[in-house]
Structures are given as structure tokens and as C-alpha cells.
């Protein structure tokens, strides 16, 4: 077989993905390490079967770090973001400074002028936003402080990439520094006007356009067409902002922070998310192939070394700069661990400079190792902190803990179906103050209820991604409020096995589909007509005359027999014969179990309140 | 004494099985100038409207509880009542002055003889003592407390007779309170308002 193929290539990385990410995590290593040692395994130096071609492998799956900020942006309302403009610029801009001035430092004492080393600090200050992102996310700490700070910075990192890349060729060790290619061709303010419009695009159709061309694509049901859209969107996005300079996953961010709040949100987010695991798990995989061992074994200790300082220095000034910005200590430390390895800019960067005379070779290689080999690091960091630091800080802590921010939807009900029925469970819920979170097939629907004030969100709900991107593992109640009833007890079943802490709640058609969730466990079923055509009967009595307390007992007596008797009917529905008979007998049984109910209440209780009644039979 | 507004609420949880609540409650509906309510119909499902509850109240002077005795106090709807439209800060409490000076009536049907209700009876306690929460929610809320309007062994009320007897006596009670010919100072001393009509002119 060819070994070149893409479906070897295909089978290679997947089976390597499959077998050691489980392992990773059996050993509380988390998915990331597994996939760099998968790569390791599968790379150069092992076992061979990748070579030249991870370069480009980890070209393409660094689109997954645009999916990843995208996805980020969705979560993330813009008014949050808003709240984290002192860190973005504050934090990120000190940092990215504070890194770049310590190497040049260090650089000068060494002797090597201050050219060179402000450009590899410049370049070594970026980190990476796949590996630090994704340990974070994995381990639920994206929302704490120490998360949220770590995120701000790294977007500055990827604001930041475009005035690195401006100023470098000024950093050329030849002073007579060439314009570069890509600035050559526009002055900088046209540049900057570039950039300003191409993000007011994005913030415009995010707000304006995407919305009824996502409608449009629901309302045609299909499910793929959507998933295309949704990546359409997203490779757009990226596609455009490369095309001014800027980098894609800060333009996918910023399309994602837009469609924060629409409908679809939740819908993009299942479609996506599939697909940015993949990748970043190719990215990581693929950086772990890449790792020139080579070098390392050359020159052991000089790599070695120069990791260790990499992560020293950088650390260093994260932690610092964590505690001047007030992070408690935990999470100040956090922020450094998670930060403190060089980032797929470097990569980048660091060609550039090769290109533009700003480094020669023999210290571009060496650092494209020790930049990958630090980001491998990066697992592993996570481990100490979690493992040894951490705890320390546990038990002379027990103070105050912090607000999540990042997750605004918590709700403890998701109701599926927002039509007649669902609409009003979801209002009584509101009025008393119990959020939940709605979806809704009908892309229609959706669009009127949201003019209403209502967050109601487009998509399927039995699909496993919606319900996980609705919150599901979180939530306590789950309402089946859906018409289709073959569908509403298939998602009864997907609910049941994915969420086995999940209390339903269905709307039945009629008795049959009431057997149904009952014969499948679902015991708080309610028939949709059952209620309004007891109210109606009810008022009929009293219209005929009948006292109105004694309708409304009347009903509620009627409802209490019906909904015993169709439990007890449901355990027979499979077996026909015995069904009939005993519907037969409960259908004569019920209306005289009504009329002794009905003669009971406040019926013989008086006659004991006169010793001597007149009438009674001792008497005469 | 100018004429008093008099609101009759009657609680009857079963008026298809009253002889006698039923025959009381129809009097008072053909006594002109006095409004009646049956809170079990109004509130089948126990749901009170108290807003409207309490504007009803201001709009009235005398106010009369009607209902049978069931376990030497009024049906549960009535307490609900009690306990939904006598608001702190509305009947009693800061600034609960609202009833103030309103009288307040029992008119109730018993089980059990006036004889029963004696040390010497069965149920020991007399009414006056049985009625004694009645009294006080109407002392806490500044309302006069009248005598009750009491009819003794309903149960036994075979004959329509009786029954229309005491649904006339009933209806001269409410045109009296309504005249204000029946008030504490005319009716204080009575244990019951209908054991002499004729005393109260009535
Ligand atoms: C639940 C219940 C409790 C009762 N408690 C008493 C009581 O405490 N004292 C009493 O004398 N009669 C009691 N009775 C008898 C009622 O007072 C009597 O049935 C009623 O006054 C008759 O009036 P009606 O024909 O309008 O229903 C009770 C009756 C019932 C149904």
C-alpha cells in the first residue's frame, strides 16, 4: 500500500488519536498530552509513519484554534468581554512588553546586542492559545479568574501579532531594514483602515445579515446544509481576515462574540464543535511529530536549557504581572502555568525573521524546537499545578469563591418545544423566576418568540451536540414539550441514556403515547388535553346550575381516578386481551367511584353533631 | 343613624347538601341594600382575589360571616379568607386601620343544640367562648365584635317551618343591622342576636 495516501495518512492519525488520547486520560493526563504523544509516536522519530507531510497537516488543523475562538466568542456576550478590556489591554500589553524587554535584558548581559534579542522576545512572548485554551477548557477553569485572564491576554497575543510583524523588519540585523513584501504594498493608515472595515464587516453581518440567512437555511430542514453554513461562516470569517492581515481566529472570535446572542447559537455550536475537536486534536498531534528530536540530541543540553529559561522567564512575568492586576494567588498561578509556553505565532514569527535577516538560522532552529518542545510542556505544567501547587493553596484558602462569568447559561430546565405547550411552562417558570433554556425546531417560531423576549433557540433537540451545548450535563429538569410524538419519545430514550441525572417531564399526545414513556420509565407524563377539557367540563356543570366548588372537585376527583387507572392500564397495554377487559371494568367502575367520592364529601360528618338528631331511628 | 352598608360572606364547601345555610342565604339576598357573596363559588379552587377582597371591605360598615359550624369554626375557605385579606399593614399591624370601626358578625348554623353548647353539654364551651377567635381578629383589627346570629341543632330541622323561621328572623336581623338599629349598644348584652327579637324592635 501507498504510503502516502491520504486514507493511510487518514488511518494513521485517527488510530493514534483513538488509542492514546483514552489512555492519556485513564491516567488524569487530560487530551492534550495524549495527542502530543500520540504525534511523538507516530512522528519522525519513533515509528515514522508521518514525515514530511505534518508540516502541512499542522498548517490546515491550525484552523482549529480559529474554530476553537470561535466558539469562545459564542460563549462569551460582548458585555463580558467589555468587562475584560483592563486585562485585554493592561494584562496583555504588559505581558507581551514585560517578556519582550526580560529576554532583551537578558540578551545584553550575554552580549548579543539588543537588537536580536528584543526581536526573540518579542516572538517568544506569544503563547499558545490551542494548548492554553483547550487545558483550561478541558478542566472547567476557562471561567475562573485565572481563566479569564489567561484568555484576555492571549487575545491581545493575537492582536498584538500585527505591530510584531510591522516592527521586525526594523529589528534586521542589517540597519538598512527592507520594507517587507506585505507592507510594501500599502501605506499604514489604508492598512489600518483595512482592518477597521473588515471587523465592522464582520460585526455588521454578524448582526444584520447572518440571522435571516441562517433562517432561510433552517427553514429548508436540512441538517447539513446548516453544519455548511455554519463552517461556511467560519472559514469566511477567516478568509476575510487574513486577507487584510489580521489573524483569522481573532476575526472568528469576533464573529463569534457577535452571534453570542442570537438563536442560532447554540445550533452553531453543536455543528462546529465536532469538527474544532478534530482539528486541534490533528494540531496537537502534529506538533508533536513535528519536534525535532535531531536538534534536541545534538544539542541536548543548550535545548534543554533554553526550555527551562523559556518557561522561567516567561513564568516569571506572568506571575508577577498576575499579582499586580490583583489575581488571588491561585490564580495568579494558574495564569502562569497556563501561559508560559512559546505559541503557533512563534512559528510563524519566526520564519518571517528568518526571512527579513532579522535572525540567521542557526538561532531560528534551535528556537522552533524549544518553542514546540515548551508547548508540549504545557500538559504537563498543568499537571504540577493541579497535583502539587494547587493544593497548598486549598488549605490556607477557604475564603470566597469566585463567580462564573463565562458560562451565562446555567439554567436548571431545558425545555424542548416552545410551541402552545412549551411556551406556557416556560412562562410559568419565568414569572417565578427559574430560568430555562428553550429549544425549538421551528425556525419560524423561534423568530417570533424571539421578538417577544424570549430566548428560545433554533435546533434539534435530539441531537446529542445541541443537548450538550445546551447545558444538559448541568441542568436538573428536562421538559419534552415537543408535537412529534414519535420524536418526543426518542428523546426521552437519547435523554435517559446521556443524562441519566436528567428528571423529564413529557407532554403526552393522548393515552398511547402516555404507555409509551411510561413503559419506558418516564412516569411524569401529561396529557396535553387532559387539563383544559376538565376546566371546560367543569364549567359546563356550573353553568347547569351545579355549585362551582363542587365542579371544580368534581374534575380534580375525575382527573385523580383517570390518571390511577392509565397508570395501572399501562402495565397491560402490551398484553391485549387483559387490556380490554380491564378497561372495560374501569370504564363501569369509574362513574360509580365518582358519585360515592361525590356523596362522601361532607356527607354522613354532620349527622354526629346532635346527640338526639330528630329522625334517627333509636329515636323514633 | 344613617343607613350602614352590610356585606354578607357566606362559606358553605357543599350548599347542595344544605337545608338550612342555603334557605339563610337566599334571606339574605332578598334584603334590599345588603350584598352578599358566596365564596365558594366565587373561589371554587381557592384562589382569592385579595385586592378585590379588601376594596369589597372598605366599601362596608358590617360585615357578616355566614356559615356552619364545622369543627367549632367556620370551612376552610373562610379561614383562607381570613388568612389572605387580613393583611399586616392592611387590617392590622403599622398603618393596619382600614377595618377600623367596622362591625363584625358571626351568623352561624350548628349541629348541636343550644344546650350542647353549655358546661353542662356536651361540647362544654358555650359559642361566646368557641367564637372567641372570631372576637379577637376583630378586636386586633378595631372592629366592633356583635353578638353572633346562632341557629341551634340545624341538623334536626325537619320541618320547613322551622327552617323558614329562622331564614325570616335572619332577613329581620340584616335590615336591622342595616338600619342600625342593631349595634352593640342595642345587642351587647345579648348572647345571640336572635334570641329576642323583639327586644331589638326587630
Ligand atoms: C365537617 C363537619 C364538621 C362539623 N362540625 C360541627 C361542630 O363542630 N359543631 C356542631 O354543632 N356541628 C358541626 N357540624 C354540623 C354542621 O354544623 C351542620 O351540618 C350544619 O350546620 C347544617 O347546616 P346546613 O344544612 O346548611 O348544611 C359539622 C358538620 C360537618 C360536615
Known amino acids: ?620 | 343613624m344613617q343607613s350602614q352598608r352590610v356585606l354578607v360572606l357566606f362559606a358553605h364547601p357543599a350548599v347542595q347538601k344544605s337545608r338550612v345555610n342555603r334557605r339563610l342565604f337566599a334571606a339574605a339576598q332578598s334584603v334590599p341594600g345588603v350584598t352578599t357573596l358566596d365564596l365558594y363559588q366565587e373561589y371554587p379552587d381557592f384562589q382569592i382575589d385579595v385586592r378585590s377582597e379588601q376594596a369589597r371591605l372598605l366599601e362596608h360598615d358590617v360585615i357578616v360571616f355566614q356559615h356552619p359550624f364545622y369543627w367549632y369554626s367556620s370551612p376552610a375557605l373562610l379561614k383562607e379568607w381570613q388568612d389572605l385579606v387580613l393583611e399586616y399593614g392592611f387590617a392590622y399591624g403599622r398603618n393596619g386601620t382600614r377595618l377600623r370601626g367596622k362591625a363584625l358578625l358571626n351568623a352561624i348554623t350548628t349541629g348541636g343544640s343550644e344546650e350542647a353548647y353549655a358546661r353542662t353539654g356536651h361540647n362544654y364551651f358555650t359559642m361566646r367562648e368557641l367564637l372567641t377567635p372570631f372576637e379577637q381578629t376583630a378586636r386586633l383589627c378595631g372592629m366592633v365584635y356583635l353578638p353572633p346570629f346562632v341557629v341551634h341543632g340545624a341538623i334536626r330541622m325537619t320541618h320547613t317551618a322551622e327552617v323558614e323561621r329562622a331564614a325570616d328572623d335572619y332577613a329581620r336581623v340584616l335590615a336591622g343591622l342595616r338600619d342600625g338599629r342593631v349595634t352593640t349598644e342595642t345587642a351587647g348584652s345579648f348572647d345571640r342576636l336572635n334570641a329576642d327579637l323583639t327586644a331589638l324592635g326587630l
Not at chain 1, 502530543?36 to 490546515?60: C, E, K, N, T, Y
Open chain 1, 1 to 620: 500500500m501507498h504510503t502516502d495516501s491520504m486514507l493511510f495518512h487518514a488511518f494513521v492519525y485517527l488510530a493514534a488519536a483513538v488509542v492514546s488520547v483514552p489512555i492519556a486520560k485513564r491516567l488524569g493526563m487530560g487530551s492534550v498530552l495524549g495527542y502530543l504523544l500520540a504525534g511523538v509516536v507516530i512522528g519522525p522519530h519513533v515509528l515514522g509513519l508521518v514525515g514530511q507531510r505534518s508540516g502541512d497537516v499542522m498548517h490546515f488543523a491550525e484552523f482549529g484554534v480559529v474554530m476553537m475562538l470561535f466558539l469562545v466568542g459564542l460563549e462569551l456576550q460582548p458585555s463580558v468581554l467589555w468587562r475584560m478590556r483592563g486585562h485585554l489591554f493592561g494584562l496583555g500589553g504588559l505581558q507581551v512588553a514585560g517578556t519582550a524587554l526580560a529576554v532583551m535584558a537578558i540578551g545584553l548581559i550575554a552580549g548579543l546586542g539588543s537588537r536580536m534579542p528584543l526581536a526573540i522576545g518579542l516572538i517568544l512572548a506569544m503563547s499558545s492559545t490551542a494548548f492554553a485554551l483547550q487545558s483550561l477548557q478541558e478542566r472547567g477553569k476557562l471561567a475562573t479568574p485565572g481563566g479569564s485572564a489567561s484568555f484576555a491576554v492571549l487575545l491581545f497575543q493575537d492582536l498584538s501579532v500585527i505591530p510584531v510583524l510591522a516592527l521586525l523588519p526594523f529589528l534586521a540585523q542589517t540597519a538598512v531594514a527592507a520594507p517587507s513584501e506585505t507592507q510594501a504594498a500599502q501605506p499604514g493608515w489604508l492598512h489600518a483602515l483595512l482592518v477597521i472595515g473588515a471587523v465592522c464587516a464582520v460585526v455588521a453581518a454578524g448582526r444584520y445579515l447572518l440571522n435571516p440567512v441562517f433562517r432561510l437555511i433552517a427553514k429548508t430542514e436540512l441538517r447539513e446544509l446548516f453544519t455548511a453554513a455554519a463552517l461556511l461562516l467560519v472559514v469566511g470569517v477567516s478568509l476575510l481576515m487574513q486577507l487584510v492581515g489580521l489573524s483569522a481566529a481573532l476575526g472568528a472570535f469576533v464573529a463569534g462574540v457577535v452571534l453570542a446572542n442570537s438563536e442560532y447559537r447554540h445550533e452553531l455550536e453543536a455543528d462546529i464543535e465536532p469538527f474544532k475537536g478534530l482539528l486541534l486534536g490533528l494540531f496537537f498531534i502534529s506538533v508533536g511529530a513535528a519536534i525535532d528530536f535531531g536538534l534536541f540530541r545534538s544539542q541536548p543540553g543548550l535545548i534543554a536549557g533554553l526550555v527551562v529559561a523559556l518557561v522561567v522567564v516567561k513564568f516569571a512575568v506572568l506571575l508577577l504581572l498576575g499579582r499586580l492586576f490583583r489575581l488571588p494567588a491561585p490564580d495568579a498561578v494558574l495564569f502562569s502555568f497556563s501561559l508560559a509556553q512559546g505559541g503557533e505565532f512563534a512559528f510563524v514569527l519566526l520564519s518571517f525573521a528568518v526571512n527579513h535577516q532579522v535572525l540567521p538560522t542557526s538561532v531560528a532552529d534551535p528556537l522552533v524546537a524549544v518553542v514546540a518542545l515548551s508547548m508540549a510542556l504545557t500538559p504537563l505544567l498543568f499537571l504540577v499545578n493541579e497535583r502539587w501547587v494547587q493544593p497548598r493553596f486549598a488549605r490556607v484558602r477557604g475564603e470566597q469563591r469566585p463567580q462564573d462569568e463565562v458560562h451565562s447559561e446555567d439554567n436548571p430546565v431545558i425545555i424542548a418545544g416552545f410551541g402552545r405547550f412549551g411556551h406556557v411552562v416556560g412562562r410559568l417558570l419565568r414569572a417565578n423566576h427559574v430560568g430555562s433554556t428553550v429549544l425549538d425546531l421551528d425556525a419560524q417560531h423561534v423568530d417570533v418568540m424571539r421578538r417577544l423576549g424570549m430566548k428560545v433557540f433554533y435546533g434539534d433537540a435530539t441531537r446529542l451536540e445541541l443537548l450538550h451545548a445546551a447545558g444538559a450535563a448541568k441542568a436538573k429538569i428536562f421538559v419534552i414539550a415537543i408535537d412529534n410524538e414519535e420524536k418526543a419519545v426518542e428523546l426521552a430514550e437519547l435523554v435517559q441514556k446521556h443524562f441519566p441525572h436528567l428528571k423529564i417531564y413529557a407532554r403526552a399526545a393522548g393515552r398511547v403515547h402516555a404507555y409509551e414513556f411510561q413503559s419506558r420509565g418516564v412516569m411524569s407524563f401529561y396529557r396535553e388535553t387532559l387539563g383544559s377539557s376538565l376546566d371546560l367540563g367543569a364549567d359546563v356543570l356550573t353553568a347547569l346550575g351545579m355549585p362551582a366548588h363542587q365542579s371544580h372537585r368534581a374534575a380534580l376527583a375525575f382527573k385523580r381516578h383517570d390518571e390511577a387507572s392509565l397508570r395501572e392500564l399501562a402495565k397491560l397495554w402490551e398484553d391485549d386481551g387483559a387490556y380490554f377487559t380491564k378497561l372495560r371494568q374501569d370504564i363501569e367502575a369509574f362513574e360509580s367511584m365518582l358519585e360515592t367520592d361525590a356523596a362522601r364529601t361532607y356527607g354522613d360528618s354532620d349527622r354526629g353533631w346532635d346527640p338526639i338528631p330528630a329522625g334517627d331511628e333509636s329515636r323514633g
